[in-house]
């Protein structure tokens, strides 16, 4: 059985998926999670966003969230769009194997609603004068 497979029998899918399966997306929140065996490595990608605005006001983030999850934040050029992406060892475990879904799930939750929301604004600062 492929990783893939496993990976969908053990997050309890709905959908069923060849046992030698090596590619498979999952709909989850209003979403697809991409799932590739990489022979060896399990490869778990999300399209956060396809405004190249949301790069550079998201890359700020980007160094604080990866001490936090396994996830990496990164533009394909290929498909223009702005992606998250997170590997898993393939021998991994049942438990490993839910247990990493479901944080990249919540990171894929977090990144897309920073991407969702309106830039900030910068604040107006007035200029001031300290005097001895």
């Known amino acids: 059985m492929s990783v893939v497979a496993r ?18 997306s ?3 929140d209003d979403g697809e ?8 490595r ?14 550079t006001r998201l890359a700020v983030c980007a160094a604080g969230r990866i001490l936090k999850e396994d996830a990496v934040l990164y533009w394909d050029g290929r498909a223009e769009a702005l ?19 479901e944080k990249f799930a919540d990171s894929c939750d977090w990144w897309t609603a920073r991407a969702g929301q309106e830039p900030a604004r910068s604040s107006f600062f007035p200029e001031m004068v300290i005097r001895p």
Do not use: C, H, N
Request: charge should be negative.
């Open 42 to 55: 399990l490869l778990l990608t999300r399209e956060i966003s396809r405004r190249t605005d949301d790069l």
């Open 83 to 101: 992606m998250l992406a997170q590997e898993i060892d393939a021998g991994a475990s049942a438990e490993t194997l839910r247990g990493s879904f």
């Open 33 to 40: 999670i991409r799932a590739a065996d990489l022979g060896g």
């Open 7 to 24: 990976l969908v029998s053990v997050i309890g899918y709905p959908q069923t998926v060849p046992a030698d399966s090596t590619d498979f």
């Open 26 to 28: 999952f709909k989850v």
